[in-house]
């Protein structure tokens, strides 16, 4: 059974899991990683093989090196098909490769097929599309939050590559990395609750009252395109089809009206409950729990409520 390349970014991610889940239909599943390797949790969801690049070519430049790297091992193991999450650095690395290749690409699928027939949301997730490549191997970008992971333990043999790079893909050096801090709150595109803000919410200061829920919740912030291109949250916490997309156990609307472009980032999400004192809000078609009502009632009662049962 030839092998389906699944490319790691740094550290073991929950794109990372769904990506192995997805490459088991499509072959005997090999993870390559850059820099330090999880291989026992690779292992976990169905690696029998665990790529290992590392040292200062990988470490001291941006993307190129990876590609390099990646088109070396798709040209020795021949591999069915190649897998890279659909981050800006994944996309990044994938674009390279499909040119070093000569070959097609195919970015922000939902599924792939034992064929390398891809699935992919299109038009905000209103219309979906097949999609396979017609030159080369399918090389796919998988969106996150498209499947559940689930776990089937393999080997994860675990083998370090030899990285020999061009000058040519040392032209972009890193020369400094800084640690974003993160809080207490899970990530957003990780998290099992999110509690969203839209432009309802109507300032910055009152996100304070999101924050508040979703704390209660253990889950992450995250906010609608109005209420970040109105200055009430960080850009980073965007969810919908120009942020990020989510897919949590539990998604709470506060405040949003649910237009399409925030629907394709959330829409998956297991339950979703909404607030919005608009009765003919767009989000209540979508949403499995509504509540008609000003926020700035209803949000104080349910965190009271909360209170009392833990």
């Given at each position: 059974?030839?092998?389906?390349?699944?490319?790691?970014?740094?550290g073991?991610k929950?794109?990372?899991l769904e990506m192995?889940?997805?490459?088991r239909?499509l072959?005997?599943?090999s993870?390559?990683v850059?820099?330090?390797?999880?291989?026992?949790?690779?292992?976990?969801?169905?690696?029998?093989k665990?790529?290992?690049?590392s040292?200062?070519?990988?470490?001291?430049?941006?993307?190129?090196?990876?590609?390099?790297v990646v088109?070396?091992?798709?040209?020795r193991?021949?591999p069915?098909?190649?897998l890279?999450?659909?981050t800006?650095?994944?996309?990044?690395?994938?674009?390279?490769?499909?040119?070093?290749l000569?070959?097609?690409?195919?970015?922000?699928?939902?599924?792939?097929?034992?064929d390398?027939?891809?699935?992919?949301?299109?038009?905000?997730?209103?219309?979906?599309?097949?999609s396979?490549?017609?030159?080369?191997?399918?090389?796919?970008?998988?969106?996150?939050n498209?499947?559940?992971?689930?776990?089937?333990?393999?080997?994860?043999a675990?083998?370090?590559?030899?990285?020999?790079?061009?000058?040519?893909?040392?032209?972009?050096?890193?020369?400094?990395?800084?640690?974003?801090?993160?809080?207490?709150?899970p990530?957003?595109?990780?998290?099992?609750?999110?509690?969203?803000g839209g432009?309802?919410?109507?300032?910055?200061d009152?996100?304070?009252?999101?924050?508040?829920?979703a704390?209660l919740?253990?889950g992450?912030?995250?906010?609608?395109?109005?209420?970040?291109d109105?200055?009430?949250?960080?850009?980073?916490?965007?969810?919908g089809?120009?942020g990020?997309?989510?897919?949590?156990?539990?998604?709470v609307?506060?405040?949003?009206?649910?237009?399409i472009?925030?629907?394709?980032?959330?829409?998956?999400?297991?339950?979703?409950?909404?607030?919005?004192?608009?009765?003919?809000?767009p989000?209540?078609?979508?949403a499995?729990y509504?509540?008609?009502?000003?926020?700035f009632?209803?949000?104080?009662?349910?965190?009271?409520?909360?209170?009392?049962?833990?």
């Amino acid at each position: 059974m030839a092998e389906v390349l699944v490319v790691v970014e740094a550290g073991v991610k929950k794109v990372t899991l769904e990506m192995l889940t997805i490459a088991r239909g499509l072959g005997s599943v090999s993870a390559v990683v850059f820099g330090q390797a999880d291989a026992g949790k690779l292992a976990e969801y169905g690696a029998e093989k665990v790529y290992v690049a590392s040292g200062e070519e990988v470490d001291s430049y941006l993307v190129a090196p990876k590609a390099t790297v990646v088109a070396g091992l798709v040209a020795r193991v021949q591999p069915a098909a190649v897998l890279l999450a659909s981050t800006q650095e994944g996309k990044e690395i994938a674009g390279r490769l499909a040119v070093k290749l000569d070959n097609g690409l195919l970015t922000d699928a939902v599924a792939v097929d034992a064929d390398g027939t891809a699935t992919q949301a299109i038009f905000a997730g209103s219309a979906t599309v097949k999609s396979r490549v017609t030159r080369g191997l399918p090389i796919v970008t998988i969106r996150p939050n498209s499947v559940t992971p689930q776990p089937a333990a393999a080997a994860g043999a675990v083998e370090q590559l030899t990285v020999a790079v061009a000058e040519a893909d040392k032209l972009a050096k890193v020369v400094q990395r800084v640690a974003e801090a993160k809080g207490s709150r899970p990530e957003l595109t990780e998290a099992s609750v999110v509690v969203s803000g839209g432009r309802g919410v109507a300032s910055a200061d009152n996100f304070k009252l999101v924050e508040e829920l979703a704390d209660l919740l253990g889950g992450a912030v995250g906010a609608s395109r109005a209420a970040v291109d109105s200055g009430f949250y960080p850009h980073q916490f965007q969810v919908g089809q120009t942020g990020k997309t989510v897919s949590p156990q539990l998604y709470v609307a506060l405040g949003i009206s649910g237009a399409i472009q925030h629907r394709a980032g959330m829409q998956t999400s297991k339950t979703i409950v909404a607030v919005n004192k608009d009765p003919e809000a767009p989000i209540f078609e979508l949403a499995d729990y509504g509540v008609v009502g000003d926020l700035f009632k209803v949000v104080p009662q349910a965190a009271e409520e909360i209170r009392k049962r833990k």
